[in-house]
């Protein structure tokens, strides 16, 4: 059975830093493109970054929105995708899905970002 | 980007009735284009891939149909399990993007 859980969200102040994790099973994670996706409050959603696999030179790619301030990263040995948020604005609030192929998609995990 | 405009953002449906949703590319697409279904508390789930292509698993009330720059997802008897929002997504080119969303209510 196919499994992703993300991690490590959570109230954040403006300007600060967050590590998500997504921790898969069940497939096999190392031939596998991974993707961020969010979902705002009001229920856009909006796909984030994604980093495809070692034969592909684990090339990754980024919404304009968040280029320059966050990294997608992975560990085939740990069958994890990690998302690292930096210079945390207030519009980064939302909830944060990790997916395989936009077929199966984590829990997803809140990220809110206030003062 | 690629804009979906999705149509429309809610609708009401009685049980049995036939249920479709619109999506509109700003340029065209070519077939590649998904269909979510997302239920309240829940993360989106895959029902139709490249346009018209039901996910295994999804029931065959759903269908898809479209090309060029208009999509369409049509439900073919509603039926209360359905009442969830929709949205569409293209993957044509990067950045894959979404469209706004339909929150279908039942009746």
């Known amino acids: 059975e196919v499994q992703l859980v993300e991690t490590g969200g959570g109230l954040v102040q403006p300007g600060k830093s967050l590590k998500l994790t997504c921790a898969t099973s069940?497939?096999?994670?190392?031939?596998?493109?991974m993707d961020w996706v969010r979902q705002s409050p009001e229920k856009q959603l909006e796909w984030v970054a994604q980093i495809k696999d070692k034969s592909n030179n684990y090339a990754t790619y980024y919404a304009e929105s968040v280029k320059g301030r966050f990294t997608i990263s992975r560990d085939d040995s740990k069958s994890s995708v990690y998302l690292q948020m930096n210079s945390l604005k207030e519009e980064d609030t939302a909830i944060y899905y990790c997916?395989?192929?936009?077929?199966?998609w984590g829990q997803g995990v809140m990220v809110t970002v206030s003062s | 980007d690629i804009q979906m405009t999705q149509s429309p953002a809610s609708l009401s449906a009685s049980l049995g009735e036939t249920v479709s949703i619109e999506c509109l590319a700003s340029?065209?697409?070519?077939?590649?284009l998904a269909w979510y279904q997302q239920k309240s508390g829940k993360s989106p789930q895959l029902l139709i891939y490249?346009?018209?292509r039901l996910q295994d698993g999804v029931p065959s009330r759903f269908s898809g149909s479209g090309s060029g720059t208009r999509y369409s997802l049509k439900i073919s008897g509603m039926q209360p399990e359905d009442e969830a929002d929709y949205f569409c997504q293209q993957s044509y080119k990067y950045p894959p993007t979404f469209g706004g969303g339909t929150k279908l209510e039942l009746k």
């Open positions: 069940g497939f096999t994670f190392s031939n596998a493109w």
């Open positions: 997916t395989w192929n936009f077929d199966y």
């Open positions: 340029e065209g697409i070519s077939n590649d």
């Open positions: 490249a346009a018209s």
